[in-house]
């Protein structure tokens, strides 16, 4: 069997500075997919590289076996994947395979 790999984007309370390039996540999109109420961002200026399943992502608290918060909306989520590509392409997304 050959393994799968996954590009894993940070989501961070820690608002982007420098160059470090990070997407909003919409309140209601937050609470739709269970997580807190503070601004989060997510980081696509880095990435991790890992084979799937992963011992780098988090089950969701008190559901045995899931790892998926929920889905984003789809206009956020191309928002998400193409500043990430055009950041890779430009060699300005820092990867790290684990």
Request: aromatic letters at 8%.
């Amino acid at each position: 069997m050959r393994p799968r790999y996954v590009v894993l984007l940070p989501i961070t309370h820690t608002p982007p500075s420098g160059d470090t390039v990070g997407i909003e996540i919409p309140p209601k999109v937050k609470a739709a997919i269970g997580l807190d109420d503070a601004p989060s961002w997510v980081i696509v200026s880095e990435h991790n590289v890992d084979e799937w399943p992963s011992g780098g992502v988090s089950l969701v608290p008190g559901k045995a076996g899931v790892f998926a918060y929920g889905f984003i909306p789809p206009g956020l989520f191309t928002r998400i994947k193409a500043e990430f590509v055009t950041l890779a392409r430009q060699k300005k997304s820092a990867a790290v395979r684990r």
